[in-house]
């Protein structure tokens, strides 16, 4: 029997998180006069998460046992003739669901943190920046509304802007800070196009209003095109999700988001921020139903993403690096998903992921901080035997990210290549091809970085001292460090999160695949036109049980593509590690070309961006000074000024002048009329 929920209680939910920031952003800092120390901030912002976490996870059990649902606006800011611009909750399960992920990598990012940044200066700081992150990235899910859902977009946007650079003295954090924030308005400019589009022709911003007219929409074309209107109206909407979900080719801002301390890398990069594309696309999906054009584009988008950003994370050195290109690699497989319009699917994989990501990102950070704040995997090995706790969770978060049968990213990574080879547009085959090659990729990397990082000989004490790090490296807060110093393992506010997140990174996908993919738990939050769109339905057919999936999956592709990259990686890292240096001699230009990022960055730097440049100063130069200062405002003086002088000429006050213009101009009248008679 469906339930309601209490809107003043979901209330809570964003507000406490914003609460506690602000109380240690304020009290906590020298803007506040630091009223309150490093204790009572990080306490209040737990506190604020840890009250978020609870109500989402009791409103995640009313809404997949009792049928709650929520759909309602607490407050109207304006109306601007017919168009309300309100503030509203939409609850349902894919809310729910983001909810409470949100909350839970949240609250174990918050108490990572107080390890981690322990003899960081801007400890209340980041408490508060990452509390104020907390509170954006709810009011963006629980949005009933696209001018709710663009303030919490912008907003992650910008708390991710101070979280890149919290290290404001370090040029590389300033620069890879900004990069985020340019990248991400290129994105955002198509979102608020696609969001204009709506409102102008559905004369709405919330949500149901707007499915309920998509019917409508999708007989309209753009004016001036052959194109419908509902197929610019998705792409602009996905171009905004390129942009923040790091698609090709607007996802260059995400390796070097890695400036920014470990924890948000966790928050930021796994779990909330770059996921708000593809939850954008599932909410939106009775629009993206009606536009095959644009799914299209979303497959090839993501599978373009999912394949070579994966061939990037193979040459990666710095630890969190190899991790941020499978971030990127994963957003593709979602993205790859939603193309087709296997949503549920997508969605998913963002939860099963959240998990395993940022299980994987703190354990990097565990790393980090265990040898000393050096990131390079090649001067590390043998920490197995010193970071025990570190050295298991990291395992079984890379198992889950490779998709071993029975951990959780095998069910939503193997669901995804089934929904692939059973859709049936034009760029399914090439998806399909990316996904499935793109197992293999993962696996290699991923057992790549943990072979070297966790077996093998110990290197950390090999490390050249004139070594020059990579511009990634986090500064050490301890303001040294020790080359020799053996590794240690981390204090247990740093290993309690690692053991929390990898107990959902192994069990959540068995325990939730059937609700989720073949259930009712999206029923009212995801809509798939059968008809058209045969994925899904396919899928169910398939599906037998977990067990039964994890079982046929020895026999399948995917599965002996991930054990060939896990033992290609530990043949050539382990067994052969001349190989890796041969085949880079070998294949010299495709290392370049790899090492180099596609040239992305340098395409941006030297030709967008001096482009940009160039038709900037074009126009100040050619139509700012020349045209408008030059011809329109001084022109225009100096014209009067010409004219004025011929004219005064006329007036001198002899009457013999006046007498000659008045028959100057007798005889112009009588020439012009007999011309005209003419």
Request: glycine share 8%.
């Amino acid at each position: 029997m469906s339930q309601t929920l209490s809107a003043s209680t979901l209330l809570a939910v964003p507000l406490a998180p914003l609460v506690g920031s602000l109380l240690a952003g304020v009290l906590g800092t020298s803007f506040g006069g630091n009223l309150i120390g490093r204790r009572v901030s990080h306490s209040l912002t737990i506190l604020g998460v840890l009250v978020a976490f609870v109500i989402s996870a009791m409103t995640l059990k009313s809404v997949a046992l009792d049928g709650a649902r929520l759909n309602e606006t607490l407050y109207t800011w304006m109306v601007v003739g017919g168009l309300k611009m309100e503030i509203g909750f939409l609850v349902d399960g894919l809310t729910a669901m983001m909810m409470c992920v949100v909350t839970f990598v949240s609250l174990m990012v918050h108490l990572y943190t107080i390890g981690y940044m322990e003899e960081d200066e801007g400890y209340n700081r980041f408490f508060a920046y990452i509390s104020l992150f907390t509170f954006s990235m709810l009011m963006l899910v629980m949005s009933n509304n696209m001018l709710q859902l663009f303030f919490g977009w912008e907003a992650v946007g910008l708390v991710s802007y101070l979280l890149i650079g919290f290290w404001f003295n370090k040029p590389s954090a300033i620069f890879a800070n900004m990069k985020a924030f340019l990248v991400n308005r290129v994105g955002d400019f198509g979102f608020i196009l696609g969001i204009g589009l709506l409102a102008a022709y559905a004369g709405t911003l919330n949500y149901a209003e707007t499915f309920a007219k998509a019917g409508e929409l999708s007989q309209i074309a753009f004016p001036g095109t052959d194109w419908m209107l509902i197929t610019v109206i998705c792409i602009c909407l996905f171009v905004g999700a390129m942009g923040k979900s790091a698609q090709f080719p607007l996802h260059v801002w995400l390796p070097d988001s890695m400036e920014g301390p470990t924890p948000i890398s966790a928050l930021i990069h796994a779990a909330t921020m770059v996921t708000a594309g593809i939850f954008m696309v599932a909410r939106m999906s009775p629009l993206f139903e009606l536009s095959d054009t644009a799914l299209n584009l979303i497959l090839v988008i993501g599978a373009i993403t999912a394949l070579f950003m994966g061939f990037l994370g193979i040459i990666q050195n710095d630890i969190k690096r190899v991790v941020a290109y499978s971030t990127l690699s994963q957003l593709g497989y979602m993205t790859v998903a939603l193309g087709a319009s296997a949503y549920s699917v997508a969605v998913f994989h963002l939860m099963t992921h959240a998990f395993f990501k940022a299980l994987l990102f703190l354990g990097a950070g565990s790393v980090i901080m265990g040898m000393h704040h050096n990131q390079d995997i090649r001067w590390m090995g043998g920490v197995r035997k010193y970071m025990p706790i570190t050295w298991i969770t990291s395992l079984l978060g890379s198992l889950a990210l490779i998709g071993t049968p029975l951990f959780s990213g095998f069910y939503s990574k193997d669901s995804i290549i089934e929904a692939v080879a059973e859709s049936h547009l034009p760029a399914a085959g090439f998806a399909h091809f990316a996904v499935l090659a793109g197992v293999f990729v993962t696996a290699f990397y991923s057992f790549r970085m943990y072979f070297l990082v966790f077996h093998g000989a110990e290197r950390y004490d090999q490390e050249p001292k004139a070594h020059d790090h990579d511009e990634a490296e986090e500064p050490d807060p301890h303001h040294h460090r020790d080359e020799h110093h053996k590794p240690h393992e981390s204090p247990w506010v740093v290993t309690v999160p690692l053991l929390l997140l990898a107990i959902p990174s192994v069990v959540i996908g068995f325990m939730t695949i059937q609700p989720m993919l073949f259930g009712e738990f999206f029923k009212d939050a995801i809509f798939v036109n059968a008809d058209k769109h045969h994925a899904m339905a396919e899928l169910g057919e398939l599906f037998h049980g977990p067990v039964a999936m994890a079982l046929h999956a020895l026999s399948t592709a995917p599965f002996w593509l991930a054990l060939a990259g896990v033992a290609l990686s530990y043949y050539m890292y382990m067994i052969n590690p001349a190989l890796p240096a041969a085949i880079k001699r070998a294949f010299q230009p495709i290392h370049s070309l790899l090492e180099n990022k596609y040239y992305l960055d340098w395409i941006n730097e030297h030709i967008l961006a001096r482009g940009a440049r160039a038709l900037g100063t074009g126009l100040w130069k050619g139509g700012d000074r020349a045209l408008i200062d030059g011809l329109l405002v001084d022109g225009s003086w100096k014209l009067v000024g010409r004219v004025a002088g011929v004219v005064r000429w006329f007036q001198s006050g002899y009457l013999y002048h006046y007498a000659l213009v008045m028959i100057l101009g007798i005889f112009v009248l009588m020439t012009y009329f007999v011309w005209l008679n003419k």
